[in-house]
């Protein structure tokens, strides 16, 4: 039997999670395929997080490395690689690929794609992916979903690659309230880690890392998967208890010196698309800006007049037809564009954005590039972008990579 591997092209305002659901239980394609009666398995960040949740709870550990005996212990690549590893010793006749390369470092995504490539000789590949460049080259043929979850389209792959993909607009122009920087023009630099070390318990992840962030910077953050990013930004963050005694100039004041971890905080908007999910509640787009002015996930006070000035100046600037609008209610890419303003609205010096793009489809991700170049062009708020994927059209004005070694990671500005 031939087997034809199929692609689902998903816009961000489709269902993903229903239609994965859908998939498994043999409802959504059984129009095209047949399903029943085969063994499916699902490879997704909702599988990774329940076999975390039976670790924790029943201390079952099926997946593990050489390098790492839980997925809870691996970075985030390092369990999307682990996990599918294991699907595939399972034999299964069919495999759901949810944004299989997100989290993935370059190499890996080259190994994870020659992997595929010959599974998808002897079993059914059907994946799901939100930007066109990441249809794997074994599929044969790709099914386009509307935001209704309907099936619109179903074409040969070849055909589906031809088809032009939406460029870049470069039309936002964002005005920035004013004086949203005024509390923050002396501090410089805004970081400095000096010969800074790592390790979690006998394993190195960091060695001897020295970074200078100024203000106004524009970095990128790189590394393979495992390389310690996260780890590194955790410390920046004062979120790692492995911080403390380490060598650091954080805005002005050395680590150790009397410092809370709220003065930090205050310091930093940050935003990772898993954040999203912590606001499950149906607020206004106002309030979830209000909630970043408290750093809180919603908001459990009566706003002041004057902070709901505040949050109307940064939703105009988005743009008015926000206004009154609910949270919930906005695509996933206006979410995201809510979230970064969320994240602005305290004046903090420095915005971390961790793998932002995540999941965006070729939309969304090309408005919310916009907003990070426009943010970056005004010079008044360092960034700090972590992700793996070379966005086209985002123009960081320097690169930190972390380059693993047999001590831990070391780092070099390129
Ligand atoms: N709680 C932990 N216990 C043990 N090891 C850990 C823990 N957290 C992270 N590590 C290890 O530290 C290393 C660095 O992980 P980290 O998440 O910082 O990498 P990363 O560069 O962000 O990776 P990715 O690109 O996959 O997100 C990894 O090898 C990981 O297994």
Redesign the pocket.
């Known amino acids: 039997m031939t087997i034809h591997s199929i692609g689902l092209y998903l816009s961000n305002a489709s269902n993903k999670n229903l239609i994965l659901e859908q998939i498994i239980s043999n409802k959504y394609l059984k129009d095209h395929i047949n399903l029943e009666s085969l063994k499916g398995l699902l490879h997704s960040t909702l599988t990774i997080n329940r076999f975390i949740e039976d670790e924790i709870r029943h201390d079952k550990f099926p997946i593990y490395t050489s ?2 005996k839980s997925l ?9 690689k682990a996990l599918l590893d294991y699907l595939i010793l399972q034999r299964p006749d069919y495999i759901v690929l949810d944004d299989v390369y997100s ?3 370059k190499a890996t995504q080259e190994s994870i794609t020659n992997t595929l490539s010959q599974l998808a000789e002897n079993t059914l590949l059907i994946q799901l992916f939100f930007r066109k460049r990441d249809m794997l080259p074994c599929i044969k043929t790709v099914y386009t979903v509307d935001e209704n979850n309907a099936i619109i389209d179903v074409q040969d792959a070849e055909v589906f690659k031809t088809k032009q993909t939406i460029s870049s607009t470069n039309q936002l122009t964002l005005n920035f309230p004013q004086g949203y920087d005024e509390t923050h023009a002396d501090i410089n630099p805004l970081v400095q880690l000096n010969s800074v070390s790592v390790e ?2 006998e ?1 190195p ?1 960091l060695n001897k890392i020295s970074w200078t962030i100024q203000k106004g910077e524009f970095w990128q953050l790189v ?12 410390i920046i963050i004062g979120d790692n208890p492995r911080g403390y005694g380490q060598d650091m100039v954080l805005f002005g004041k050395k680590k150790g010196s009397g410092e809370s971890i709220w003065d930090i905080k205050r310091q930093i908007g940050y935003f990772t698309p898993a954040m999203i999910q912590q606001f499950t509640r149906d607020d206004t787009v106002e309030n979830m800006i209000i909630s970043g002015l408290m750093d809180s996930v919603g908001l459990y006070c009566k706003p002041t007049d004057i902070q709901k000035d505040i949050a109307k100046k940064w939703i105009l600037m988005l743009s008015a037809s926000y206004c009154n609008k609910s949270f919930q209610s906005l695509s996933i890419g206006q979410q995201r564009m809510v979230m970064v303003v969320r994240a602005l609205v305290k004046h903090p010096p420095l915005l971390i954005l961790d ?1 932002p793009t995540i999941e965006l489809d070729d939309e969304n991700s090309l408005l919310f590039i916009d907003m990070i170049n426009a943010i970056a062009k005004e010079k008044k708020i360092t960034i700090l972008y ?1 992700s ?1 994927r070379d966005e086209p059209g985002l123009k960081p004005d320097m690169v930190y990579e ?1 380059i693993p070694g047999k001590n831990g ?1 070391t780092g070099i500005v390129r």
């Not at 809870?72 to 999307?80: D, E, L, T």
């Not at 590394?223 to 955790?234: F, Q």
């Open positions: 390098e790492n809870g212990s691996m970075s985030s690549g390092q369990q999307k989290n993935i470092d979690y318990i394993k992840v590394g393979p998967n495992g390389s310690g990013k996260s780890t590194l930004l955790s793998e972590v793996h972390l990671s």
